[in-house]
Antibody, heavy 119, light 110 residues
Framework: EVQLVESGGGLVQPGGSLRLSCSASGFTFSSYAMHWVRQAPGKGLEYVSAISSNGGSTYYADSVKGRFTISRDNSKNTLSLQMSSLRAEDTAVYYC????????????WGQGTLVTVSS | QSALTQPPSASGSPGQSVTISCTGT?????????VSWYQQHPGKVPKVMIY???KRPSGVPDRFSGSKSGNTASLTVSGLQAEDEADYYCSSYAGSNTVVFGGGTKLTVL
């Protein structure tokens, strides 16, 4: 059974940093691109970041470019998102998402972890 | 990286059909046959209902179907049921491992 379990969310002050992790199991983690997608309270889905299966390629939405860093450790089946210079508008549930076919087909989603940026 | 355009709401009575549109550009929807649709019930995780324009994952009822014409994709739900009431999001591959989402459509079953 595929499982994606996020951790690391919480309350952080504006300008602060936070590191999200996603522990993956039930599939060959190193074979799939992975993504982070977020959803602000009461709002729609927003694509945040992507990383290729071997970690060699990364992508960031303009809204987080230069502030967020995505990484993965295929030996530990772990996906990470280092977030810095956090803003109130970064407040959201962050989902770890598996990409089935490099076509944006997100077949499995984690339960999400809530990040709240507030003073 | 502009969001795809979806109507904010749609509705239909039980048993009826409803179609939700998703409009993008030639750089996303029109450029690739990689449109997906996600269903999200309140407080729940999104679930993929359609991928690659018109393919259904195992377990998704065949009442759900997808299509695309030019820069606009569509999701049709036939034989509406109460449990279909949810938010629906389209997404499209936009090149270089990137994806763009639509703003979401709240489907109400009257």
């Amino acid at each position: 059974e595929v499982q994606l379990v996020e951790s690391g969310g919480g309350l952080v002050q504006p300008g602060g940093s936070l590191r999200l992790s996603c522990s993956a199991s039930g599939f060959t983690f190193s074979s799939y691109a992975m993504h982070w997608v977020r959803q602000a309270p009461g709002k729609g889905l927003e694509y945040v970041s992507a990383i290729s299966s071997n970690g060699g390629s990364t992508y960031y939405a303009d809204s987080v470019k230069g502030r967020f860093t995505i990484s993965r450790d295929n030996s530990k089946n772990t996906l990470s998102l280092q977030m810095s210079s956090l803003r109130a508008e970064d407040t959201a549930v962050y989902y770890c998402v598996k990409d089935q076919a490099l076509t944006g087909y997100f077949d499995y989603w984690g339960q999400g972890t809530l990040v709240t940026v507030s003073s | 990286q502009s969001a795809l355009t979806q109507p904010p709401s749609a509705s239909g009575s039980p048993g009826q059909s409803v179609t939700i549109s998703c409009t993008g550009t030639s750089s996303d929807v029109g450029g690739y046959n990689y449109v997906s649709w996600y269903q999200q019930h309140p407080g729940k995780v999104p679930k993929v209902m359609i991928y690659e324009v018109n393919k259904r994952p195992s377990g998704v009822p065949d009442r759900f179907s997808g299509s695309k014409s030019g820069n606009t994709a569509s999701l049709t739900v036939s034989g509406l049921q109460a449990e279909d009431e949810a938010d629906y999001y389209c997404s499209s591959y936009a090149g270089s491992n990137t994806v763009v989402f639509g703003g979401g459509t709240k489907l109400t079953v009257l």
